[in-house]
């Protein structure tokens, strides 16, 4: 056998999806790529704003000698400065360039901070429904995944995780705005969240953690404010990247941020940075790193994704499908109209429409929209909710 | 305590080494950092090439809708098939699209074929003096490290090795040219190694994989022809990155390339294409893979590695240092004069210049020199040098 059985079976685990995109991509030979409406994917298909290709002009035509070696692992100091600065902005406590450490991306960044803080058989808490990946990467550094439900609006249900926290709870993952449900949390939420971890951690004398993973925090709607984890809960740390808010996913840059006064501070980040060595990412790409350090304050026009937003939320709503409307994020999490939501993802592929079933997200009943797409294929993926919407006596 | 067990751990290992860094960069504020000669890093001092300073300007001036977007965990296939091409130029056998991954650096190369392959507890056999990052990067799996030893040259002891292998040792993990050593393994070499683990297998049942290390393979002397793997064993990968030969350690990418004729080569390409996604990875930062597609018969100038490495190596012979003619990369490991590797290294440290112990890389007695350094650096580390030497009656 060539390949480990933990990785085989994490393989088999999800070759179901696999072979729904395989479907999908015969679809697309069959009746042409444009005939099929592909919303199953988080590739967005914005392109990055108009001062990420001047700032990357600018450093390509006048290269600076030594801009592409190996940087310090924690990244350039000045972009790790110009991050700080930028978070401090936005969060309203002051952070330095030492709470940052730049990443190969927020998965990158995540699989730093769980392999820095987990022994082995220590648990994280994870809220269904959950980015499928959460799983795989507590499961790479030896971490236990507790999963628990969510409310009808897709918030995590506080009396719930009262009694699911431990002594070997080490962490507790969040991610709002949320891939696949679109909820963000408040500042109530978060509020309650921070006091019950307090309580916890002084009930079993535990240091718990409190990762909040905000790859979306700049696309949320209708004006909202983001609620910051920072003023509700010192143990936080953040996992985030420029995937979504500069259009970057295949350029793999992100970071970690912790908070200025979580205990053990400076041990952490060490540990970070050498965690970002030994796991072979050894540093964020050099480049990237570059161009970042002036854009911190710039975002892809999320009007735009809002835009989207409305049109399938108001036609979704108008046929009888079940859906939360998202704050955040560029998915929609609608209720299946079938029990069985593969069976009905199934459904939808018979339409040329191609989605992702609950299911996949820990959570059946429900099937996942990617609207991040363009005007063409979210318009001409209505037909095909329509005729399922028919066949199920929805209208 | 807010760092597992395990990193605090491997962090208190390597401390002394950065103990030794801070010492360096102590002596660079104290007397400038002009008045320290610091070889000690593997940090190519050399610019990238002409070639990709035009790529990289053509992409990004003319950039293509995409070009930053994600794209398939293995890489494009564009990228893919060049990489297979160059190989198959280079190798004499035929490669594909189909058994490369590109990857975030060797170094995210490595960990992707480890944690594909590894069950827990699972033997991986590598060779004094060796790259320390091996001994995590095989730990981070679930590996078990096994250290065997060289000869006088550096080249691995067979005999040691057919004894060492056993049902439990899944793979045999190699590196020439060799950091440290800058020893470049031989034909003659390789081919008994294949006939060696070929027996190994069928005496076990098992599949034994050769993992070739080559990071370093375009950086060779003396007109050698670089002597591959490929022919002398089926069941080999290797691994490898862009860092040296292009002088872009800090952009992280490279690639996996296994044998065609490899055993389950496609459960195990799967493996590593999941395993590139599941580690957080994702995929080679997209704008590199773009940009190497064009360069891959490109190499920096070598010969300016081989004028230092004659330089250096004419140099510390006439003081009476005891080296081995480095083949290849850019470092050399002579004989400490004293038997305490650390002591010695702390010895030029008072001379201001700084190299790494060979206890470093699981070899006292000896200490690694790296010289892909500027030319000012190199020559003025030798009154360094020849002051210790004198210093213990060598000259």
Not at 222 to 244: L, N
Not at 267 to 285: K, M, S, T
Not at 295 to 321: C, W
Request: proline share 5%.
């Amino acid at each position: 056998m060539s390949v480990s059985d933990r990785v085989r079976k994490s393989m088999v685990q999800g070759s179901w999806i696999r072979k729904m995109f395989e479907e999908g991509a015969s679809l697309k030979q069959r009746y042409g790529e444009e005939n099929v409406f592909d919303l199953s994917l988080g590739n967005p298909v914005m392109e990055p704003p108009a001062a990420f290709h001047r700032e990357l002009k600018r450093l390509v035509n006048h290269h600076l000698p030594g801009m592409h070696r190996y940087m310090a692992n924690a990244g350039y100091t000045e972009t790790r400065a110009a991050v700080a600065e930028q978070l401090s902005l936005e969060a309203g406590i002051k952070f330095t360039a030492s709470d940052i450490v730049m990443t190969c991306g927020a998965a990158g960044a995540l699989n730093v901070v769980l392999k820095t803080i987990l022994n082995q058989g220590d648990e994280v808490i994870i809220f269904a429904p959950y980015f499928v990946e959460y799983i795989n990467y507590i499961d790479n550094h030896g971490g236990i995944v507790k999963v628990l439900p969510t409310d009808e609006q897709f918030i995590p249900k506080l009396d719930i995780l009262e009694t699911a926290i431990g002594s070997r709870t080490k962490a507790v993952l969040i991610n709002s705005p949320n891939n696949p449900s679109g909820a963000l949390y408040g500042e109530g939420f978060l509020h309650q969240l921070g006091e019950l971890l307090n309580k916890k951690e002084a009930q079993y004398g535990t240091q718990i953690f409190l990762i909040s993973d905000e790859a979306y925090r700049k696309i949320i709607y209708d004006g909202c404010k983001y609620p910051q984890v920072w003023p509700h809960y010192q143990q936080s740390i953040i996992v985030t990247s420029h995937s979504k808010d500069l259009a970057l996913p295949g350029e793999r840059i992100g970071y970690i941020a912790v908070h200025p006064n979580c205990s053990h501070r400076g041990e952490l980040v060490d540990g970070f940075i050498h965690c970002n060595r030994i796991l072979g990412y050894v540093n964020a790409p050099a480049l990237m790193q570059h161009v970042v350090r002036h854009l911190q304050s710039v975002t892809i026009p999320v009007a735009e994704y809002q835009k989207k937003r409305d049109f399938l939320n108001d036609h979704l709503n108008k046929m009888g499908y079940s859906v939360t409307k998202p704050l955040g994020a560029f998915y929609m999490f609608p209720k299946s109209p079938l029990e069985d939501d593969v069976a009905f993802v199934r459904e939808l592929q018979q339409w040329r429409v191609l989605t992702v079933p609950g299911t996949g997200f820990g959570t059946p009943g429900y099937f996942r929209i990617s609207y991040c797409v363009d005007d063409r294929t979210l318009e001409g993926s209505i037909a095909g909710f329509r005729k399922a919407a028919q066949k199920f006596n929805m209208c």
